[in-house]
């Protein structure tokens, strides 16, 4: 068990991240910032996506499993999948590049976001894909920086 949470390897490259499906109601985002803010949790990542009855939180943050119990705790319906994180060059066709490799190898991706780290040279791109390991293999093979929880989960890059 790492101080971050989890177990892992020290080339594991998946990340976890926690899903929270929410009422599209007033201070129910905040009411969840605030569980993972009580349990000195930090997020270093947040996608929200909605419907007209609910919205789709997606967390990348620094203890995945302590988040994911304080956000039970406060009652919150929460879920953890493993996503891909690739550091993309802050450049045109950064992203293109990578989709190239995984469409190249025939993986699928179900969705995906980014965030910038203050003063970074590159986005951090996270990936929900069918096959993490084929992908990541690809991804290094061509040269790509797959990032690892390590690299995700520090405050402060």
Known sequence: MSSTGVT???SDPMIKQLTVFLEN?????AGLTRALGDAGVNMRALMVADT???GVV??????PEVARAALEEAGFGVSVTDVLAVEVPDSPGGLADVLEVLGGIGVNVEYAYCYVEPGG?????VFRVEDIARATDALRAANMRVLGPAD????GG
């Open 58 to 63: 997606r967390i990348i943050c620094d203890r």
């Open 121 to 125: 040279t590159a986005a951090i791109d």
């Open 152 to 155: 995700v989960y520090a405050v």
């Open 52 to 54: 007209a009855e609910f």
């Open 25 to 29: 109601s007033p201070g129910r985002l």
């Open 8 to 10: 892992r390897g020290v």
